[in-house]
């Protein structure tokens, strides 16, 4: 199987930064695609911000200029820099990855890691 561990989030003030990061581990797998997604209470997961090894980034129109999403596919690794953040940008983010794993095609979620913008 293949697992993510997220680690970065926090309490930040408005206008501060976070960097995020998640590494997906496991038995020999090839990563497809990975990206960060959040979600508040009542309302839909949305995308962040997602790249594949390709180097083919997306980002969400709201966060386009503040984040970065960077990825190092050696380490298996994604990061997500988050600069000017504000109250909206609150939220518990979760990585996602999209992975070929002995020919089956598998999402995987990480355990979400929160983010708070608050004075």
């Known amino acids: 199987q293949v697992h993510l561990v997220e680690s970065g989030g926090g309490l930040v003030q408005p206008g501060g930064s976070l960097r995020l990061s998640c590494a997906a581990s496991?038995?020999?797998?090839?990563?497809?695609?990975m990206g960060w997604y959040r979600q508040n209470p009542g309302k839909k997961r949305e995308l962040v911000a997602a790249i594949n090894p390709g180097g083919n980034i997306e980002y969400a129109d709201s966060v386009k200029g503040r984040f970065t999403i960077s990825g190092d596919f050696a380490k298996n690794t994604v990061y997500l820099q988050m600069n000017s953040l504000g109250p909206d940008d609150t939220a518990v983010y979760y990585c996602n990855a999209v992975v070929q794993w002995f020919g089956l095609n598998l999402e995987r979620w990480g355990q979400g890691t929160r983010v708070t913008v608050s004075s």
């Open positions: 496991g038995d020999t797998f090839t990563i497809n695609d």
